[in-house]
């Protein structure tokens, strides 16, 4: 059950000592680029230990955009093989370099996480998402095919060619962005298919946007098998970072070759164990452009105590979100994904939803534009109305504020090819 039993299970001990050796090569390695020499003071400095990791500086997403391009690299330009872009969510992209170990020890990490989840070499694995610089494209390739499983580079949008693929090629194992799943349900649907049926798919991994427990167990309904949690970014490489294993408790972070933090986003002091925070990251495997102590901004906690599975690499709670992804309306701290939990409870509730923050009358207001199953425009508008009240008072319930909800067909709301957007702020500049 593990792709690489020794590393997957050693002692808490085992594995901290690792971690040590493995910082000292990096810190040491760090030293070899521009922003790191200057970060860290002259060789002559001590390498840290282990318990000394909080004496290194944090690298944020600024520290790279200022040093853009090559302000990071630790190798000479000709060992670099491939270099991979952020989707440029929150702003300019940032750019991460790899050279061939680097390509070679992530590819080997999905590959581990796919063979936790149960995926194997008799697998057809369909990879449904941006190829190109998107790191969940070729990051999801590479180690499919490390795990030695059929792999089909079907890259992102065109659901009735998704569909046709899994049928022509019997596609057992999908991956895909959890809000395009929904899209793709839709679409089965119209072709008078049912995924359950019609497809020999037996698991879904899903991953690179936040998405709430709910959503995962209604994917799970709509296609009949169970959907795993992924976690990356790109400057950790990309996928591969934290996943789940197949007892869905959280995701194990590979801690061989990444250093967890979770600390308070603005005292950057560490959290207690089980509180949230923000995650902040080291890399321990990494030669082309090592990074250390990165601040993630995704927010989440330890998940204290251990996993049925054996495995001894700590786990990570779902996303909640970036940092930035919070909103304060009417003085309440909300993230799109309360709203979501609530609205994925909901059974007349569709794929999607957006909220809209605008001024009114001088006052913010909070408009979530819920897509409903098309079934309910059958029915009376009184039972419509009855609805909106509904979620209205349930999203309340949940973060503190009373929205406008406005109901709307499928297929109205605004679809994006990659990561979903759930949130347009129209209060202006403030
Ligand atoms: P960008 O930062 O521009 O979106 P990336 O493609 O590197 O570019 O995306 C990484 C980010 O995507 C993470 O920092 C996190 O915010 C989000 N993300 C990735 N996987 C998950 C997941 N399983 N759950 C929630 N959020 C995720
Ligand atoms: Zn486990």
């Known amino acids: 059950m593990y792709w690489e039993p020794k590393l997957e299970s050693m002692s808490r001990a085992d594995l901290e000592a690792l971690q040590a050796r493995r910082l000292l090569a990096t810190v040491a390695q760090c030293r070899q680029s521009p922003f790191y020499a200057a970060a860290l003071g002259g060789p002559g400095r001590a390498?840290?230990?282990?318990?000394e990791l909080a004496r290194l500086p944090f690298t944020t997403k600024e520290d790279l955009r200022g040093h853009f391009p090559y302000g990071f690299l630790t190798v000479p330009q000709r060992d670099l093989v491939r270099?991979?872009?952020?989707?440029?969510?929150?702003?300019?992209?940032?750019?991460?370099?790899?050279?061939?170990?680097?390509?070679?020890?992530?590819?080997?990490?999905?590959?581990r996480s796919l063979y936790g989840v149960g995926a194997r070499d008799t697998d057809v694995f369909q990879n449904i998402c941006g190829y190109g610089l998107f790191t969940g494209g070729l990051g999801f390739q590479y180690g499919a095919e490390r795990l030695g499983a059929l792999t089909i580079p079907a890259g992102a949008g065109n659901s009735h060619r998704q569909i046709k693929l899994m049928q022509d090629f019997g596609t057992s194992v999908v991956h895909a962005i959890p809000s395009y799943l929904g899209r793709l349900h839709e679409v089965f649907g119209e072709l008078g298919l049912d995924p359950r049926r019609d497809t020999r798919l037996r698991l879904l991994v899903i991953g690179a946007e936040p998405h709430s427990e709910e959503t995962r167990r209604r994917i799970e309904a709509l296609f009949g098998v169970k959907a795993f949690n992924s976690y990356g970014l790109s400057e950790m490489n990309g996928p591969g970072v934290a996943f789940e294993c197949e007892y869905q408790t959280g995701l194990h972070l590979w801690e061989d070759c990444f250093i967890p933090e979770i600390v308070d986003p603005d005292t950057l002091e560490p959290v207690p164990v089980g509180e949230r925070g923000e995650l902040v990251l080291?890399?321990?495997?990494?030669?082309?452009?090592?990074?250390?102590?990165?601040?993630?901004?995704?927010?989440?906690?330890?998940?204290?105590?251990?996993?049925?599975?054996?495995?001894?690499?700590?786990?990570?709670?779902?996303?909640v979100g970036r940092s930035d992804d919070m909103f304060i309306i009417k003085g309440c701290n909300v993230f799109p994904i309360q709203v979501e939990k609530v609205l994925m409870r909901v059974p007349e509730v569709g794929q999607d939803y957006l909220i809209v923050l605008h001024s009114a009358a001088g006052a913010d207001e909070m408009t979530?534009?819920?897509?409903?199953?098309?079934e309910c425009f059958e029915g009376d508008f009184g039972a419509l109305e009855q609805l909106r009240r509904r979620i209205a008072a349930q999203i309340r319930d949940e973060v503190m504020v009373t929205p406008q909800v406005k109901l709307v067909e499928p297929g109205k709301l605004p679809r994006s090819e990659g990561k979903a957007v759930r949130v347009r702020d129209e209060r202006g500049a403030r």
Request: charged content about 20%; proline content about 8%.
């Open 368 to 374: 979530i534009e819920v897509e409903l199953r098309p």
């Open 83 to 111: 270099l991979h872009c952020s989707s440029g969510t929150t702003g300019n992209p940032t750019v991460v370099f790899h050279n061939a170990h680097d390509l070679a020890s992530w590819a080997n990490l999905v590959a």
């Open 47 to 51: 390498a840290p230990t282990l318990a």
């Open 282 to 319: 080291t890399t321990l495997d990494r030669q082309a452009m090592p990074i250390l102590r990165y601040r993630t901004r995704d927010l989440t906690r330890f998940i204290p105590g251990d996993c049925p599975c054996g495995r001894t690499h700590r786990r990570i709670d779902r996303i």
